[in-house]
């Protein structure tokens, strides 16, 4: 799994723990029995007529310098690590949203259709609610964007500084989650950033492009490890860590971190008219100024964080995946950004939840969970908007799949597909009426091999559905 203390593949939910104890975790939490050799079959369903959908998956194994393929990065352009030739990847989706079978074909795997370069390790994905052509990739120093467009003709069209650009002694950014509020202008894009301890918020202009520096942030205390981010509603936005979540204020979708006031005797600067000049305020990147929280409450490593809003009071139900635990919560906020002190509702205790993803199916509301250390997605079917104590339907379990990234095909479709990263393909499962998930994949992406006809480790990490004729 890992290569020495780095950490583990940096997926997201990403692990900040060493490799060890990482690995008695893994081992300790799937004992009991289960059935370790059980190897989970790729689908071998597909489509033979090309529909306009197309899913991308990041590879967040792209690091060219680990298979030697590095080649000259063009000049100008964003980053692509030291030359590295993938990153994201587009596969075509069927008219039944099946994947499309190899040139057209019902009986192989496809390769995806493009492969596009990006900097080293994209880890998170997300489309702009507006305009789906527009991605947003979280990899481990920046984040970048690209316009997606048919024919190899995906391209980055604008990334942020790095830190050490900015700051050269920083920390990388070490991005794991990302959210765009569509409600603000263009949209506002918030950044839950392990490394740097923030929540930043980038301001989306028309074209999509977003500033090289966050427009505004929230700074939290040096052990925050920000792994997720929801925005509540158009005052408050969630953020979930190693050990709180936290509630802070927004206004007009940019974060409200109150100035600190120069120390004039340290930071002041005479003028000719011997006027004190206070230095200038600090940005988020290197700033110390810790922001003042609405509200906040203990937690033990949050991988993610969902929100339904209420009609009613409280303002809603914000979902969140603990790590430690191993279990789901619901909490209620309330009208004035204060997290309830007890949960609302929960999961027993089952696993390293990752990523939740809700759906509505069959006059039920569904809440689709990938469990990482198991190797299989649970499936809840939600009482009055809380967890129930058990999931109705779940995947078989391969403890080698280390399931992620979650995308249900949009409209009447009945298949989701997940990033296996330790497959090194995505899964489609065919979803029944009830919103019941299969056992088996239906559907799968072929994996990648190098010139000698190796599979070379990609770990498809993220995924997105998006439109592209």
């Given at each position: ?124 994905l997300i489309a702009h609610p507006l305009d789906p052509t527009l991605l ?318 190796r599979t070379v480790d990609t770990f498809p990490n993220d995924l997105v ?5």
């Open positions: 799994m890992a290569r020495g203390a780095r950490v583990v593949k940096n997926w997201r939910g990403a692990w900040k723990i060493g490799v060890p104890a990482l690995l008695a975790a893994l081992f300790a939490c799937s004992g009991g029995g289960k059935d370790r050799s059980f190897e989970l079959p790729a689908g071998a369903e597909f489509d033979s007529l090309g529909s306009s959908t197309v899913l991308v998956a990041t590879n967040a194994e792209n690091e060219c310098g680990r298979t030697g393929d590095c080649i000259v990065a063009p000049p100008g352009g964003c980053h692509t690590g030291s030359g590295n030739t993938r990153g994201l990847a587009v596969y075509r989706l069927g008219v039944s949203g099946l994947l499309l079978g190899a040139s057209g074909q019902n009986t192989a795997a496809p390769s995806p259709e493009q492969v596009i370069a990006t900097d080293d390790n994209p880890r998170r947003y990739v979280a990899t481990k120093d920046r984040i970048q964007v690209f316009r997606l467009a048919p024919d190899n003709r995906t391209r980055c069209i604008d990334e942020t500084l790095s830190q050490q650009e900015v700051q050269p002694d920083s920390d990388s950014l070490d991005p794991v989650d990302l959210e765009i509020d569509p409600t603000v202008g263009f949209g506002v894009l918030y950044v839950a950033a392990r490394g740097a301890d923030r929540i930043d918020a980038y301001s989306i202009a028309a074209d999509g492009t977003i500033p090289e520096v966050p427009s505004s942030c929230a700074v939290g205390r040096g052990d925050s490890e920000y792994q997720a981010v929801a925005a509540l509603n158009s005052e408050f936005i969630a953020a979930g860590g190693q050990s709180r979540i936290e509630i802070f204020a927004r206004e007009n979708g940019q974060l409200i971190n109150p100035p600190t006031t120069p120390d004039p005797d340290a930071t002041a600067t005479p003028s000719p008219e011997a006027t004190p000049t206070p230095s200038p305020q600090p940005t988020c990147i290197g700033s110390s100024a810790e922001t003042e929280v609405v509200s906040a409450i203990g937690a033990a490593i949050v991988t993610d964080l969902l929100f339904a809003p209420s009609p009613s009071k409280p303002l809603g139900q914000l979902f969140i995946s603990e790590e430690v635990s191993q279990r789901l919560f619901t909490f209620p906020i309330d009208t004035g950004g204060q997290i309830d002190d007890d949960d609302s509702s929960s999961t027993n205790r089952a696993g390293l939840y990752q990523t939740m993803l809700r759906q509505e199916r069959g006059g039920s509301s569904l809440l689709y969970v990938s469990v990482f250390q198991e190797g299989r997605i649970d499936v809840f079917r939600l009482e009055d908007g809380l967890l129930p104590d058990e999931s109705f339907s779940r995947t078989s379990e391969d403890v080698n799949s280390l399931p992620v990234g979650l995308a249900a095909v949009p409209g009447p479709g009945n298949l989701l597909y997940v990033a296996q990263g330790g497959l090194n393909r995505v899964d489609g499962f065919s979803l029944a009426d009830d919103g019941s998930i299969a056992d088996l994949p239906l559907t799968s992406t072929a994996p990648v091999v190098d010139l000698q006809g559905i998006v439109p592209l004729p």
